[in-house]
């Protein structure tokens, strides 16, 4: 959905490195959510925050971090504990959170090298 | 843990032939069911939802999904595809988190 934005589209990464993808949404959606897509597995969530200043582990949180310090943005830290980090990484939004539609980003795509 | 299956990993069809593609989740309450698509080099976009209601639910570009509580399904339906409908289908169940399958890829061939 043109209303959020994920940058950059494609990046690159030495092994041992953090690094931190952007996520920003003007569509005054409180939720925001961070998915990791990987070929035959469908989307699984990292980690996802209701609102400002609060956010919850998802499925598979280990060796990622996040911030919520402004509504419209919601970054991903990639950090060096994360094993196999290479992915491709969708931000989505929702109005409110729980059963609310999800819109998602243009996604980002992390290779480490 | 709910579950969401998706029964084909790669369908391949020529144009103007039907397409279904079938979707069971595990959850036994009230759900919420959807449909996303996501074209090459585009992002994922939604194509239809079921919150409640008469069970057929119509989505862009001529999709359409029937919900079945019996059977825990929501399969998705197109009865002529084109060529520009080659994409990843993902079917998504929230029952107060989002849990994907693992999705299809649909090849149309002109």
């Known amino acids: 959905d043109g209303g959020i934005t994920q940058s950059p589209k494609y990046l690159f990464r030495k092994e041992g490195q953090n690094v931190t993808l952007s996520c920003e949404q003007n569509l005054n959606h409180d939720a925001m959510y961070w998915y990791r897509q990987d070929p035959g597995q469908g989307l699984r969530l990292i980690y996802y925050?209701?609102?400002?200043?609060?956010?919850q582990k998802g499925d598979i949180a280990e060796g990622y971090s996040v911030s919520r310090e402004k509504k419209e943005s919601f970054p991903l830290t990639v950090t060096s504990a994360q094993k196999n980090p290479t992915a491709f990484y969708l931000c989505a939004s929702s109005i409110g959170s729980g059963t609310d539609t999800q819109y998602f980003g243009p996604g980002t795509r992390l290779t480490v090298l | 843990a709910q579950s969401v299956s998706q029964h084909n990993h790669h369908v391949i069809l020529s144009e103007a032939a039907s397409l279904e593609l079938g979707c069971n989740y595990s959850y036994g309450g009230t759900v919420n069911l959807f449909w996303y698509v996501q074209y090459p080099g585009q992002h994922l976009q939604l194509l239809l939802k079921?919150?409640?209601?008469?069970?057929l639910v119509k989505g862009i570009k001529g999709f359409e999904a029937e919900f079945i509580k019996s059977k825990f399904s929501f399969n998705l339906r197109k009865p002529s595809v084109q060529w520009s409908d080659t994409a990843e289908y993902f079917c998504a169940v929230n029952v107060g988190k989002l849990s994907f399958g693992a999705g299809t890829t649909v090849t149309v061939r002109a």
């Open positions: 079921y919150f409640s209601g008469d069970p």
């Open positions: 925050s209701q609102i400002v200043n609060d956010f």
